[in-house]
C-alpha cells in the first residue's frame, strides 16, 4: 500500500510538473498533458524497442515514452535521455537512474554525442518540432541520421496534419495511423537512410 501510494504521488508530481511547464513555456513543451500510453506504445513499436536496442530521446518530458520503450524491452542502461527542461531532467534522472540523462538542447547534445562517435540503434523524438522553424527541423533529422545505425529509426510524432520534419532524397520516410485515443490525436513518423531506390512516403503499420 505504502508502495502504491509513493507511485500515486510521484505520478501526480509528473503531472503538475509538466502543466506548469507547459504554462510557462507553451512553445517548448508544445502540450498541456504528457503524452498517452498508447502513444507511447506506437512510438516503441516504431524504434524497434527491443533488449539490445541503444535509444536516445529528445525531449522525453515526465518519461511517458521512456516507460513504454522500457516496457517493450528495452534496457533502461541502454537509454540516453535529452531533456532541456532541468525540472524534468531531475525527474527523468530520479525515476531512470540507470539512464543516462543530460540536461541540453538537442542539436548541441546530438553534436557532442556524434563527436563521441556514438551510435544508436533508433532516436525517439516528443519535441514539438512544428512550434519550431524549418532550419531546426532540419538540423534535428540530418544530425538524427549521422547518430543512427544503418537502416534504424528516427521516431517523431506530431499533433499536426504535416509532417513534423521536412523530406529529404536521401531519407525514406512512414507513418502512423491517427492515433484518435491521444489527447490531441497524434501521428508517429519514422524517418530512415534510403539503403536503395523506393518511394518517398509510405503507409506504416497501424498504430492502434
Known amino acids: 500500500m505504502m508502495n502504491h501510494n509513493r507511485q500515486a504521488v510521484s505520478a501526480m508530481r509528473r503531472q503538475v510538473s509538466f502543466f506548469a511547464a507547459s504554462l510557462s513555456s507553451p512553445r517548448r513543451t508544445g502540450a498541456l498533458a504528457p503524452s498517452s500510453g498508447m502513444l507511447g506504445r506506437a512510438m516503441a513499436r516504431a524504434a524497434g524497442a527491443s533488449d539490445p536496442a541503444k ?36 525527474l527523468l534522472a530520479d525515476r531512470f537512474p540507470l539512464a543516462r540523462v543530460i540536461s541540453g538542447e538537442a542539436l548541441a547534445v546530438a553534436e557532442a554525442l556524434r563527436q563521441e562517435r556514438t551510435m544508436f540503434s533508433s532516436v525517439v523524438s516528443s519535441l514539438p518540432c512544428m512550434n519550431f522553424p524549418h532550419e531546426f527541423r532540419e538540423n534535428l533529422l540530418v544530425k538524427s541520421m549521422e547518430l543512427l545505425q544503418p537502416g534504424r529509426p528516427l521516431v517523431q510524432f506530431t499533433y499536426s496534419l504535416a509532417p513534423p520534419l521536412p523530406k529529404l532524397p536521401t531519407v525514406r520516410v512512414t507513418r502512423t495511423r491517427r492515433i484518435w485515443a ?7 513518423w519514422s524517418y530512415r537512410i534510403r539503403l536503395g531506390s523506393g518511394q518517398g512516403e509510405e503507409r506504416g503499420e497501424n498504430a492502434g
Open 182 to 188: 491521444n489527447m490531441p490525436p497524434a501521428v508517429v
Open 55 to 90: 535509444i536516445l530521446e529528445f525531449g522525453p518530458g515526465t518519461g511517458t515514452v521512456t516507460s513504454k520503450l522500457i516496457e517493450a524491452g528495452a534496457r533502461e542502461e541502454n537509454l540516453t535521455l535529452v531533456e532541456l527542461n532541468p525540472v524534468f531532467a531531475h
